[in-house]
């Protein structure tokens, strides 16, 4: 069974950094592209990025890419989001997901992030 | 950026019957390979987003032959029919064509 578990969230105040972690099992980690998808209260999805299976190729979506670092360790069978200059923008749920093709077959219950003083 | 679009933002069915959502993106969504990466997924309330439907009309594993997509280019539509209890939720379409990947902003299915 394939099973995406972020941890990581919390409560952070603005302008400091967060790292979130997202454990993979069920499938072979190093063979798929993963990538990261938030949304905030009550909004749609928004796309933050996604990495190549070596870490080769990351994609950002501009807004974000000054701020968001995505990054994997295959032998840990773990992808991470490093967030940096948190802002209040920034407050969602954060969701790990398996990339195939240009969509995500599966997702995380996904980690909240709450950006507040 | 390739905006998605689409309707209605909300509706509501009956069970057992059928509805139709629309999604419509800025720009066409065929890849230079030929492929179109248009893919529908579904929210159910405070549940992470599931796939249903990927490169347009395929079904993703265990999910039911109530759900169909078609369409092609720009304008692309998912059909859900006989509509159970379960299918209540926010239905999401979302490109792959193109970076930044984008996501339609939703379509709220309530159940009458």
């Known amino acids: 069974e394939v099973k995406l578990v972020e941890s990581g969230g919390g409560l952070v105040q603005p302008g400091r950094s967060l790292k979130l972690s997202c454990a993979a099992s069920?499938?072979?980690?190093?063979?798929?592209?993963m990538g990261w998808v938030r949304q905030a209260p009550g909004k749609g999805l928004e796309w933050i990025g996604e990495?190549?299976?070596?870490?080769?190729?990351?994609n950002y979506t501009p807004s974000l890419k000054d701020k968001f670092t995505i990054s994997r360790d295959n032998a840990q069978n773990t992808l991470y989001l490093q967030m940096s200059k948190l802002g209040s923008e920034d407050t969602a749920i954060y969701y790990c997901?398996?990339?195939?093709?240009?969509?995500?077959?599966?997702w995380g219950q996904g980690v909240m992030v709450t950006v507040s003083s | 950026d390739v905006v998605m679009t689409q309707t209605p933002v909300s509706l509501s069915v009956s069970l057992g019957g059928q509805v139709s959502i629309s999604c419509r993106s800025s720009?066409?969504?065929?890849?230079?390979?030929?492929?179109?990466?248009l893919s529908w997924y579904l929210q159910k309330p405070g549940q992470s987003p599931q796939l249903l439907i990927y490169?347009?009309?395929n079904r993703f594993s265990g999910i039911s032959d109530r759900f169909s997509g078609s369409g092609s280019g720009t304008d692309l539509t998912l059909k859900i029919s006989r509509v159970e209890p379960d299918d209540l939720g926010v239905y999401y379409c979302?490109?792959?064509?193109?970076?930044?990947?984008?996501f339609g902003s939703g379509t709220k299915l309530e159940i009458k």
């Open positions: 720009q066409s969504l065929v890849h230079n390979n030929g492929n179109t990466y």
């Open positions: 490169k347009v009309s």
């Open positions: 069920g499938f072979s980690f190093n063979d798929y592209w």
């Open positions: 990495i190549n299976q070596d870490s080769s190729t990351i």
């Open positions: 979302g490109q792959g064509t193109q970076y930044p990947l984008t």
């Open positions: 997901a398996r990339g195939t093709a240009g969509f995500f077959d599966y």
